[in-house]
């Protein structure tokens, strides 16, 4: 058995819109070994909700991969039919999505919607579904799943909505689950509840999990492994003892620093101009990219990820010339 | 406490709202004083009415019940016409720079309106004070000219913040200024915010759900729950002893950004029901109020009660 659920290799995919054609996601490779909780991080824009979409074959009508494999249990996705896709979806890779209130039917009682994926998928019978609704209700921590199972999606609060979700999620027993920004609209108190329960589901069924966040709050406490997204690239990736100890990238470094903790007493707050790109090389070798503003980060040059120490990888120019010509 | 320090006073504050389901005490017996200079931060969850209490503080809503004073004069009843010139006093930095300003004007008529609803200046005044507002919070000359969507979401919450303090005011209550901001562009507008509070000696009400954006930001923080004003405290002395059970929770919950520091065996998260009627704060030291429906006054050693429970 392949010790990896999923493999990204090289993956690039490309968006055309007014005929021009814009790459959101270069040369992205990631892998998820089992049992593993891997974070995707990244600010609004920079790549990583098309590349879960890429998974899944989601993608909007305009977007097409261009380049590379994603492989799942060992299985070439990209190549599957569609028919074939939707076997796996729901059932096998399950997506938790960021807004509750806009993925669920607001027509449906959620008892229902919770079992469409098990309807769809493993033909059981009316009163299994029901048995089964009410005990992921419970699962995701309803005290009173017969009575949650009769509601609408708008008699719930938001934190109970992303609980619906999850249990939606779950409902087939999937090996991977996308967590995409499962926590961002909600409550502190709540977000530690929803993760803790993503958790407990992902060490109960020995599933993995790909937790995509722009929060590196949320990645020391529940990741094994991280990747740092940005301008559709990954610029490092370690694991997340490393990333935190010794980050490498600018721009890890920044998002690291911008984190207010309240247990350290901090009198300022680092932000990203705090952190310069062009001076600080690495043997030699220039960042990439080797220029950022939130607006634009330029990659105009090849670029690769490079291992700056066991396991550790951090992104740089494939050649010194070219950037001192970019300026 | 000598009271000519205290700029905002609130006084057993009640907002209620009412529809088909009935009266929803928003906001419910909350007394707090805020002090000349500091920032005060009022944490709290979704629906906890902590957006209410800086609305009804500002006077956007009537209250129901308790008064307001602002610079010792109680702003409680007055009407709208009588309370312009305190409009200029009391700003407020709202929470979304995509929805709060108007995507038809200018950078520049967004910035100069409030000085002439107030009639300040004349209109060279006014472009010169809009410009030197724009430099203050770090964006260029030439924004005055251009219009809200050539802007991003941290350039725009810039934006906000020069429009709320163009006109000087003492007070400024700031409802969830950067949670719709990235962490990297968070941290640069939450800069920006500390320094401009320095340099013009403002006094802040800092309103968010983020316990540590609250306590980057504050000097003192209050804790409110389903309407109540729950806890205040100093920030340090609020983080390390926390009191009642659902600050307790608040804080446990923050995620940590140290992984080898993961705690698999976190305190429980403890929701209590929400008490008949607004708590009574307790003082239990170091400036630390309570409420007293979750404490055991004997675990303090008061002595003499009656002289320690006191409103704040």
């Known amino acids: 058995m392949d010790q990896h659920i999923l493999q990204i290799k090289n993956l690039r995919v490309s968006f055309n819109k007014n005929k021009q054609k814009t790459t959101a996601v270069n040369d992205v490779s990631l892998q998820i070994e089992r049992g593993q909780t891997v974070a995707l991080i990244g600010e609004s824009g920079s790549g990583k909700s098309i590349t879960s979409l890429s998974v899944l074959q989601l993608l909007p009508s305009n977007g097409q ?159 094994d492994w991280v990747y740092v997204m940005l301008g559709g690239h990954i610029v490092e990736s370690a694991d997340v003892y490393t990333i935190f100890k010794n980050p490498v990238h600018p721009y890890t470094k920044a998002l690291i620093g911008s984190i207010p903790n309240p247990e350290n007493g901090q009198e300022r707050l680092k932000s990203i101009q705090d952190y310069t790109f062009e001076d600080t090389g690495y043997d030699g070798r220039k960042f990439a990219p080797a220029t950022y503003t939130y607006e634009s980060s330029s990659f105009d040059a090849p670029s690769s990820l490079i291992e700056v120490e066991p396991m550790h990888y951090v992104r740089f120019y494939d050649d010194e010339r070219k950037v001192v010509a970019i300026g | 406490m000598r009271l000519d320090n205290l700029l905002v006073r609130a006084q ?57 004073w602002f610079d010792g004069k109680e702003i409680t009843k007055l ?127 800092f309103i968010s759900h983020d316990l540590s954006v609250v306590h980057y930001m504050s000097d003192r923080v209050a804790v409110m729950y389903l309407g109540h004003l729950i806890e205040l405290a100093p920030k340090e002395e609020l983080y390390r002893n926390p009191i009642h059970p659902y600050t307790k929770s608040l804080l446990s919950s923050i995620p940590v950004p140290d992984p080898e520091r993961r705690n698999p065996y976190r305190e429980p998260i403890i929701l209590p029901e929400k008490p008949l009627y607004p708590p009574q704060l307790v003082h239990v030291g170091n400036e630390h109020y309570v409420s007293a429906n979750m404490i055991n006054i004997k675990d303090f050693e008061i002595e003499n009660t009656k002289k320690q429970v006191s409103y704040i």
């Open chain 1, 65 to 223: 991969v261009e380049k590379g494999s994603i492989t799942f249990d060992g299985n070439e996705l990209l190549k599957k039919p569609e028919k074939e896709m939707r076997e796996i979806r729901g059932n096998e890779i399950s997506m938790i999505f960021q807004d509750a209130i806009a993925s669920l039917n607001p027509g449906m009682k959620v008892g229902l919607q919770i079992t469409e994926g098990l309807k769809y998928h493993k033909l059981v019978s009316k009163e299994e579904l029901k048995s089964e609704a009410l005990q992921l209700l419970e699962q995701v921590g309803f005290k009173n799943p017969a009575q949650i199972y009769n509601q609408y999606p708008d008699q719930l609060s938001g934190g109970m909505k992303q609980r619906i979700l999850i249990a939606m999620a779950i409902s087939c027993k999937p090996k991977l689950l996308i967590a995409d920004e499962p926590t961002t609209a909600l409550d502190v108190t709540i977000q530690r509840q929803v993760l803790d329960l993503i958790e407990h589901y992902k060490t109960d069924l020995d599933a993995s999990v790909l937790l995509i966040t722009h929060d590196f709050g949320v990645v020391a406490e529940y990741a």
């Open chain 2, 79 to 205: 009407n709208d016409g009588k309370l312009r010139p305190y409009r200029r006093e009391i700003q407020m930095i709202f929470q979304n720079p995509y929805e709060s300003l108007s995507p038809r004007l200018t950078v520049g008529e967004i910035l100069e309106e409030p000085l002439y609803i107030q009639k300040i200046g004349t209109k060279k005044e006014r472009m010169d004070k809009a410009i030197s507002m724009l430099e203050k919070v770090g964006l260029p000359r030439n924004s005055y000219s251009r219009k809200i969507h050539e802007f991003s979401g941290g350039q725009r919450q810039r934006i906000g913040i020069a429009r709320a303090l163009i006109l000087e005011p003492k007070f400024v209550i700031a409802d969830e200024p950067v949670s719709a901001l990235d962490v990297s562009v968070q941290a640069q507008v939450l800069n920006l915010l500390k320094d401009l509070q320095a340099e013009m000696n403002l006094t802040c009400l």
């Open chain 2, 12 to 68: 057993n504050l009640s907002k209620y709202f009412t529809d088909s389901s009935g009266v929803h005490k928003a906001v419910d017996g909350v007394s707090l004083n805020i002090h000349r200079g500091e920032t005060l931060g009022v944490v709290g969850e979704s629906g906890s009415g902590k957006t209410t209490l800086g609305r009804t503080i500002m006077r956007l809503y009537k209250p129901e019940h308790g008064q307001i």
